[in-house]
T-cell receptor, first 110, second 114 residues
Framework: DVKVTQSSRYLVKRTGEKVFLECVQD?????MFWYRQDPGLGLRLIYF???????EKGDIPEGYSVSREKKERFSLILESASTNQTSMYLC?????????FGPGTRLTVL | AQSVTQLGSHVSVSEGALVLLRCNYS??????LFWYVQYPNQGLQLLLK??????LVKGINGFEAEFKKSETSFHLTKPSAHMSDAAEYFC????????????FGKGTKLSVKP
């Protein structure tokens, strides 16, 4: 079974803090993705990576950066958290047309 | 450019009734299409996918979807709803030449009444 894990299920941070969201997959997948999910907007792609140290912007990259130093780990970084980044963050990895999702991190920025 | 439209943000059915969740897509290339389900407080799980083989695709939990090119549709159906089907459902299209990026619809929340 493919497993995608995310470091926290719930996170509360303050405005201006630097926030790290971690995602780990155990199936040696090359492609990994970060999405945010907001009610009525579905999932929107923030960044994706197709190999170690390779990254591409998605549809809404502003205010975020990513890091992929090892194949199994893909980190999302909020350089200076803002209240409009309060959301559910979902990580996924991909194998043969199928994306496998982690359980999500619900981030609240106060 | 590709896009996905899900008709109806909320759908309510009675237990045992037909489930029909609508998805229309726009794509300039032959699309790969997907339906995902999200149960409360969980990540997304693949229900089924269309990758240009059979136009009628069967998925998990009794769901199926039919690819209709002439209607640019990929509607999800289940003959008889169960209480456990209550969840949010997302239709998605794979972005062409994109390393597998998906464009998601806005989701349809399915409620099942006893």
């Amino acid at each position: 079974d493919v497993k995608v894990t995310q470091s926290s299920r719930y996170l509360v941070k303050r405005t201006g803090e630097k926030v790290f969201l971690e995602c780990v997959q155990d199936m040696d997948h090359e492609n990994m993705f970060w999405y945010r999910q907001d009610p009525g907007l579905g999932l929107r792609l923030i960044y994706f990576s197709y190999d170690v140290k390779m990254k591409e912007k998605g549809d809404i990259p502003e205010g975020y950066s990513v890091s992929r130093e090892k194949k199994e780990r893909f980190s999302l970084i909020l350089e200076s958290a803002s209240t409009n980044q309060t959301s559910m963050y979902l990580c996924a990895s991909r194998r043969r047309n199928e994306q496998f999702f982690g359980p999500g991190t619900r981030l609240t920025v106060l | 450019a590709q896009s996905v439209t899900q008709l109806g943000s909320h759908v309510s059915v009675s237990e045992g009734a037909l489930v029909l969740l609508r998805c229309n897509y726009s794509s300039s290339v032959p699309p790969y299409l997907f339906w995902y389900v999200q149960y409360p407080n969980q990540g997304l799980q693949l229900l089924l996918k269309y990758t240009s083989a059979a136009t009628l695709v069967k998925g998990i939990n009794g769901f199926e979807a039919e690819f209709k090119k002439s209607e640019t549709s990929f509607h999800l159906t289940k003959p008889s709803a169960h209480m456990s089907d209550a969840a949010e459902y997302f239709c998605a299209v794979e972005r062409g030449g994109s390393q597998g990026n998906l464009i998601f619809g806005k989701g349809t929340k399915l409620s099942v009444k006893p």
